[in-house]
């Protein structure tokens, strides 16, 4: 198997035309509730790649062409604007879904990790990947949950982030703000929690999370 893709949990490995295998590292990974959040909202016209199979650990996928996000926006391909407003965009299409059934109805499914990595800029439009966090839950949460990843790379020291990069990710920050509108304070603080418990974050990343709340309640943002 040709290995196409890596990430902090999982590697993607090409298997045939057409269609990839996602692998978790911890073999003892169950992706069923994954794929059935995936299906769920492919079946209602989300952007989402096609699940074929499921065995434990493994995920058969459709494979979606194209650069991701971040590729599209350090090719001029994309403006940050245009990739904030995408985001938000992503989301409130998500929220807007109908849960599965038995949810609370003030509930929506939840990709808990959308950022622009997992953004794929696909000939037919953004498609949505890496649903491993998935779940049914506040969709203000969501929301907030993009914007403190965004805030940790803008508030990461140097060492962890190439000082070039911290503006153009203010800047998406900003554009995602403005398009995802006010975020309640109680929203941001659950979603900073939820990230603190996140075992892949080093000691750096973690204290950033400190002074997130003033980077996305501040009024004048965006």
């Known amino acids: 198997m040709e290995l196409i893709a890596s990430g902090r949990e999982a590697d993607v490995f090409a298997v045939e035309e057409g269609r990839v295998l996602r692998r978790c590292r911890d073999l003892r990974s169950r992706c ?17 790649p096609r699940v074929f199979s ?7 996928l459709e ?7 971040v590729e599209s926006l350090l090719g001029g391909d994309m403006t940050v604007v245009a990739a904030g407003e995408t985001l938000a965009e992503l989301l409130h299409r998500l929220h807007a879904l109908a849960p599965p059934p038995d949810s609370n109805p003030d509930h929506a499914v939840q990709h808990l990790d959308l950022h622009p990595f ?9 498609v949505v990947i890496d649903w ?10 969501d929301a907030a949950l993009t914007g403190v990843i965004l805030a940790q790379v803008v508030l990461a020291p140097a060492d962890l982030v190439p000082p070039e990069v911290a503006p153009l990710v203010m800047e998406l920050l900003e554009a995602f703000l403005h398009a ?6 109680a929203d941001v603080e659950a979603a900073i929690a939820y990230r603190a418990r996140d075992p892949h974050l080093s000691p750096d990343e973690l204290a950033a999370l400190a002074a997130v709340p003033d980077l996305l309640l501040n009024p004048h943002l965006g």
């Open 32 to 48: 069923e509730h994954q794929a059935e959040i995936m299906e769920w909202v492919r079946r209602q016209g989300y952007p989402v």
């Open 54 to 60: 499921v065995a434990g650990p493994d995920m058969v």
């Open 63 to 69: 494979r979606i062409e194209g650069p991701t996000m």
């Open 118 to 126: 997992n953004v794929i800029s696909s000939p037919s439009g953004p």
């Open 132 to 141: 491993r966090n998935s779940d049914i839950g506040r969709p203000g949460v």
């Open 180 to 185: 995802i509108g006010p975020l309640p304070a």
